[in-house]
Every structure is written in C-alpha cells, then in structure tokens.
C-alpha cells in the first residue's frame, strides 16, 4: 500500500520555483511531524526541513530562506515551496513522518538546470 504520492517536480532553471505535494493517508494525520526529503544517486536520502502539527518549520541551512513547507491537514497533504532553486537542489525529493516513518513513496524528480 502507497503511503505517500508526492508530485509537482519537475525541470525547471536556476532562480526557479516549484510547489511539491505530498498527499498521506495515515489515521489522525494532523498530529503528526511531516517532514521533506530528498536524495541524489549514490547518496542517502537527507533531511530538507520539517513541519510540526502545530504548524513549526525547521530546515537545514542550506535551503533557509528559500525553502517553506506547510500543511493541509484536512486534505492530509504537506507541501514544499521551493524558490530560488539552485543545480545542487537538484535530486528526488520524499515526504515522511520523521518520528514513526512509513514506507516510502515513490518520491517526485527536480532537475535545476539551465
């Protein structure tokens, strides 16, 4: 059973946006942290940022101040606004429950180039 489909990715140029969706389907969703991932070949997958169920973001301090996440939670969806994207943001990016993870979705490509 698909846990996660994320979607919204796609190639787009440097300095670009793009909106990744993540739609779960975990009981009581809204209690729990989402967070966003992404990973390039060969490497593991690394945490981008997170978002609490009260709605509390953090991110790793390379994509601050470019990066926001937020959630829907009647729609059970979590979401990425990615601005000013670079070539290094360049990977396949997951959503998860970072505290009691589920299997992973198929995750959805971004490719920064120009």
């Known amino acids: 059973q698909v846990q996660f489909v994320e979607s919204g990715g796609g190639l787009v140029q440097p300095g670009g946006s793009l909106r990744l969706s993540c739609v779960g389907s975990r009981y009581m969703f809204r209690a729990y942290t989402m967070a966003w991932y992404r990973q390039t070949p060969g490497n593991q997958r690394e945490l981008v940022g997170e978002?609490?169920?009260?709605?509390?973001?953090n991110y790793v301090d390379s994509v601050k101040g470019r990066f926001t996440i937020s959630r829907d939670n009647a729609a059970k969806s979590a979401y990425l606004q990615m601005n000013n994207l670079k070539p290094e943001d360049t990977a396949d990016y997951y959503c998860n429950f970072p505290d009691t993870p589920e299997s992973w979705g198929h995750g959805t490509q971004v490719n920064v180039s120009s």
């Open positions: 978002i609490s169920s009260s709605g509390r973001t």
